[in-house]
């Protein structure tokens, strides 16, 4: 049985085998924490929640191509 996580960067819920970045939710996640800890004069909660924008818009990796030519 698996236990929820909690992503220490964007406080999303998620299962452990859903990530490869414990304890984060992503690698995006594991970055932008690492980035505050390396820069944190520079990193705004703002830049942080672009971020985290601009991963739950990312479309899926397509490595098959030949799928989309169904017509
Ligand atoms: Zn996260």
Known sequence: MLAPLRCPTC??????????????????????DLGQWLDEE????????KHLEEQATQPPENDDPDDEVSW
């Open 42 to 49: 520079h990193a705004l909660p703002l830049d942080i929640e």
């Open 11 to 32: 406080r999303h819920v998620f299962e452990s085998t859903y990530t490869v970045a414990m304890p984060f939710c992503s690698e995006r996640c594991r970055q932008i």
